[in-house]
């Protein structure tokens, strides 16, 4: 198949979810994805399989030997090597016309407002309390809506913050950190396809949002929860 076929077919199966014309609006749209271990490289790879414009990747280590249990693009080859890097190469192998810039780097105080400014929504797809309020007070400053998830064990969470909402100071707090948690593979692929659902309903304004709500999944279980807050 030549690349023009390639390109003309890739999205056909997109269409009926979404009409032709949101999927060339999401052609236009800017994605930040901050972390890309667990949660970030399935929401990475969902975004690009699904036809969005450009994204940006952000995360300042590198893969581990643990990493090995839940996180795609973690491989024994690339153990030591950057998480932001290797996942840009894994998107372009996956879409080669794709935008995509990686920075291997940690958002602060510094420089957050700086990489995340000119972006349409921005995923969390961070594992710390103190990054998670940083990431929110800055998408506030930058009128950008954040998309939260985490997960432990069995268990995910997720919630779609809009400027304003400071959803996730009501959900954590500021000097409140968790000890690492155990990480089972499905469950940051179940939370990251929530997220990348919520990101998709935000950029083409339709669906009901998980806004002021916090959805909790206990998968061992079979339990949903959507939490007014």
Same mark, same amino acid.
């Given at each position: ?5 390639? !390109? ?6 997109? #269409? ?8 060339? $609006? /999401?052609?236009? *749209? ?84 700086? !990489? ?6 921005? #995923? ?8 998670? $309020? /940083?990431?929110? *007070? ?92």
């Amino acid at each position: 198949m030549n690349m023009e076929d390639l !390109f003309e077919q890739r999205y056909e199966r997109n #269409i009926g979810g979404i009409t032709q014309a949101e999927q060339e $609006l /999401l052609a236009g *749209k800017r994605a930040a994805i901050v972390g890309c271990g667990g949660l970030g490289c399935y929401s990475a790879e969902l975004l690009t399989r699904l036809g969005l414009g450009h994204l940006t990747l952000f995360d300042g280590d590198v893969f581990a030997p643990s990493n090995l249990n839940r996180q795609l693009y973690s491989m024994e080859a690339n153990i030591g090597k950057s998480k932001a890097s290797e996942a840009k190469k894994r998107l372009l192998q996956v879409r080669s016309n794709l935008s995509v810039e990686a920075f291997d780097i940690f958002l602060d105080e510094d420089n957050s407002e700086e !990489f995340l400014v000119n972006h349409d929504v921005i #995923i969390d797809a961070l594992d710390n309390v103190k990054t998670r $309020l /940083l990431l929110e *007070k800055t998408a506030n400053a930058l009128a950008i809506p954040l998309i939260h998830g985490a997960v432990e064990g069995w268990n995910i969470q997720a919630s779609t913050v809009f400027p304003g909402d400071f959803t996730l100071s009501l959900i954590y707090h500021a000097n409140r950190e968790f000890e690492r948690p155990s990480v089972l593979p499905f469950a940051p692929a179940f939370c990251a396809n929530v997220q990348v659902a919520e990101a998709v309903k935000v950029l083409l304004n339709r669906g009901h949002l998980l806004r002021k709500k916090l959805l909790s999944v206990d998968l061992l279980n079979w339990s949903f929860e959507v939490i007014e807050l």
